[in-house]
């Protein structure tokens, strides 16, 4: 499992170049729901996902981060009021 672990760190790469074509609504879904059915401490579901598209979406969030032309951006919000904390220091899993 190490090992398998460190190829694919030793594979990843930053993009900073992407292609202008849009995202399919299909690979949208596909990542949407991975993100949906991923683990959560203490099952809380403190997470949500607001996705942007449209050019005016993608101009406005590009104001405050790089985005570097992608033609989508997922934005992860997360409730720190519903967030799972460690009862020995209060740390949170959305810390």
Not at 6 to 18: E, P, Q, T, V
Request: overall charge positive.
């Amino acid at each position: 499992l190490w090992h398998s672990f460190i190829d694919l760190a030793k594979k990843r790469c930053s993009i900073r170049a992407y292609e202008p074509a849009p995202v399919s609504r299909e690979l949208i879904d596909a990542i949407e729901e991975a993100a949906h059915v991923a683990p959560t401490a203490a099952n809380r579901q403190p997470v949500r996902i607001i996705e942007a598209t449209s050019p005016e979406s993608l101009a406005k969030l590009g104001k405050t981060a790089n985005l570097f032309g992608a033609p989508l951006a997922f934005i992860v919000c997360a409730d720190g009021e519903r967030a799972w904390r460690r009862s020995y220091d209060g740390m949170s899993s959305t810390a």
